[in-house]
């Protein structure tokens, strides 16, 4: 069968575009050399934050707009998403970004150490002044992500290393598109992971700093 569409690149941006083109009658055809998300994807290092009005604070109210109904997307489709809202924090001596974040981000609420304290309880003792987002969620990306690809291979939508350009053809590769487009560049992202026993937390905490 003739694909409508042909998506290059299976990440985050590839997958989730062909699983809504798919639900709406559309059948697509992904090209990936790799196929199954894995550690060369970027969305396999992604943090997982469905944190539009966080983001807002330094992007347009596009992002804000359509964020909102990200994690209502996912729920959808059947991911696990947490509900369990951002909490924003920063050192006595940085207080005043928190009065600058909450002038930018109108929906963050202003929570004092026993506020603090109830959501996170490590947390509590530490902070002072805070604010929490409560419609913000958050999930594991690559969960999500091979959540997505088997959901399509069971509809046989299996990412191939190679094939024809069928139908209206849409570049998902990111970074990799770069072959093609030589003045794309990448936006340095960098993940620490941190393993602390004494600490434990339920839902984001972004430092303000």
Known sequence: MTADVTILGAGVAGLTLATELGARGAEVQLIDPVGRPGEHACSWWAGGMLAPDCEGALTEPQVVHHGRAAA???????????????????????RSELATF??????????????????????????RHGLFLPDEAHLDPRAALQHLHDRLSARQVVPQPAADLEGTVIDCRGLSAQVELGDLRGVKGEMVVVRSPDISLSRPVRLLH
């Not at 959808?76 to 940085?94: C, H, N, P, S, Y």
């Not at 909450?102 to 902070?127: H, M, Y």
């Open 72 to 94: 209502a997307w996912w729920e959808g489709k059947g991911a696990e998403v947490v509900r369990q809202g951002t909490l924003v924090i920063a050192l006595g001596r940085d």
């Open 102 to 127: 909450k002038r930018r981000v109108p929906a963050a609420q202003a929570v004092d150490a026993a506020a603090i304290a109830a959501l996170e309880p490590d947390l509590g003792e530490r902070f």
